[in-house]
């Protein structure tokens, strides 16, 4: 799996948008970009992922580089319930046995 | 539509005590299934996945072990219990082009 850079930490006032960068520069052609999220002791979420193509659904928007080496997950309008650590991960799509691993993330702090 | 659930939320247990995690899976039928330990901090251990019932692939030599019972059952089991074994377990199934996680559970061996 690619790596990916990610800031790691950000703030963001309730209610904002909340833009969160990725950097993939060596992302191969065939991998594809996912987004988790973990909230304090709770099990990873899901948000979202994409191959090239902008991405949006209930919960967030991907968008992502013409190049691909880059992306940035958007959280329209924030709430105190999205701080969490945000994962962005670059890997082939999903078959059996394949393991999922989460880097250092981005720690994001929506305030009131 | 599907849920995952895990049980215990916690667990406090002594050194050299058996252990037993399960996690049960609705809304899906044969899916693919995973048990993770995340460490303190943030790190993903991969321990064992599933396709299918009585089928388990073992990631990483340990104290742990693992069990499909039932298609959408998956139990993780220890014998004895190390202090290493403390950490936070996470069951997970595949479906839509990725992973789904369970709510986990915190385990810590005194």
């Known amino acids: 799996d690619a790596k990916t850079t990610q800031p790691p930490s950000m703030d963001c006032a309730e209610g904002r948008a909340a833009n969160l960068p990725c950097n993939h520069s060596?992302?191969?052609?065939?991998?594809?970009v996912y987004w988790y999220r973990q909230i304090h002791s709770q099990g990873p979420q899901y948000i979202i992922h994409g191959l090239k193509n902008n991405e949006t659904n209930e919960m967030a928007s991907l968008i992502i580089t013409e190049d691909r080496k880059s992306s940035t997950l958007i959280l329209p309008h924030a709430t105190l319930r999205d701080t969490a650590v945000y994962y962005c991960?670059?890997?082939?799509?999903?078959?059996?046995?394949?393991?999922?691993?989460f880097g250092e993330g981005t720690q994001l702090t929506v305030n009131p | 539509s599907q849920t995952i659930h895990q049980w215990p939320a916690t667990l406090v247990q002594p050194v050299g005590s058996p252990l037993s995690l399960e996690c049960t899976v609705e809304g899906t039928s044969n899916p693919n299934l995973y048990w993770y330990r995340q460490a303190a901090g943030r790190g993903l251990q991969l321990l064992f996945y599933?396709?299918?019932?009585?089928?388990i692939s073992s990631e990483v030599p340990q104290n742990l072990s693992a069990s499909r019972p039932q298609d959408r059952q998956f139990i993780l089991s220890s014998k004895k219990l190390l202090l290493s074994d403390s950490g936070f377990y996470l069951c997970?199934?595949?479906?839509?082009?990725?992973?789904?996680f369970g709510p986990g559970t915190r385990l810590t061996v005194l």
């Open positions: 991960i670059v890997r082939v799509q999903e078959t059996s046995g394949s393991r999922l691993t």
């Open positions: 599933s396709v299918g019932i009585g089928q």
């Open positions: 997970a199934w595949r479906g839509r082009g990725t992973q789904y």
């Open positions: 060596t992302i191969s052609g065939n991998e594809y």
